[in-house]
């Protein structure tokens, strides 16, 4: 098992906080979706769903448990950090549903831009922005997006690693901002994770309540030693094996099952809480790259099954597994905290696949997030 400094906001940390925070999705957004709340529109955590009025594909489909009429193979576009759910769903997926899945993870942003600007098809899209969907896959390439999941940013390094016996939440900043430190994080041209970092670092030198955690001077010694290694989150863990890196910004699910020590960051700067005031605060931090601005905000996942989807059926099936207990307890699993139910923007709903309405909460908004 990883070592854990600071651990209050685990999975189990933000999971109590978030449940606490309130009863249903509609008031109280992103943290009224998790773990029990069953609001208007959900079909329950059964997976059932009404299969009345589904295209079947003739010879090439073939009949689920459900069913529903599903293509014999399908494609997923997705982020690198939804790798280790994905990854370990794929076979359970395949046996149940005789489906042969593909999978390609790399940073959302450059994901989304497979089927926006490549001319890609793909049956399922996975990005660990959901706005990325919202604002450049809608309305050309897609018709409905849900919220499906969240996350937290961490720091996570090697036992060996320069300050490692002294680094805590209490004084991360102090030993990332050392001489010869090296920190990597992915590209924010790229991946969300990547602009998260940036913003991690940047909400550290924002007030929230009255206080931050150190002044801008610190800030900019953190960006000094601050590194672009590689174009995604998924090879950073290999480089900080190997010492090329000290430490690294990237999700705490990733840090909780990697095996590799890591630090949990305060909740003002890890992006990990759907409330109001949070997101008044996230939204100081504002990242510019190549690829467009990316303004601070409650990290949430967004899934669809673009326009362009070959196989439409067997996404929308992929999506309601991650929306029903099996695909929530790979989450969970591995360290994501799964909205439950999933949200689909309302006005959207009649756009949204019946099986995965039957398992959704259609939404204005959610909590601070516009939809």
Partial sequence: MPKQRGGRNGPTGRRSFLTAAGSTAASLGLAGCLAGANGDGSGGSTGTFASDGMDTEGDDATIGSSGMGLEDSMTIFHAGSLAPPFSEAEPLFEEEYGVDVTREAQGSVASAQKITQQG???DVLGVSD???IRDRVLPEFGDWYA?????SMSI???EDSPGADEISQDNWWEILTRDGITIGHSDPAVDPGGYR???TQQLGAEAFEGQ???DDATYRQLRENSVVPTGTETNLEGQLKSGELDYVFYYQSISASSGLPYVDLQPEVDLSRATGAYAEHYAKAEVETDSGTFTGAPIAYGITVPNVAESPNAGAKWVEYFATDPG???LEELGLVPVDPIVVPAASEDAV???VMSVASAQETLGPLEL
């Fill in 212 to 214: 931050r955690l150190y």
């Fill in 197 to 199: 970092a940036v913003m």
């Fill in 120 to 122: 890609r098809s793909a």
């Fill in 328 to 330: 929530r307890a790979v």
């Fill in 130 to 132: 959901f706005r990325l």
């Fill in 147 to 151: 919220i499906f999941t969240t996350n």
């Fill in 156 to 158: 996570q390094y090697r």
């Fill in 353 to 355: 696949p019946e099986n």
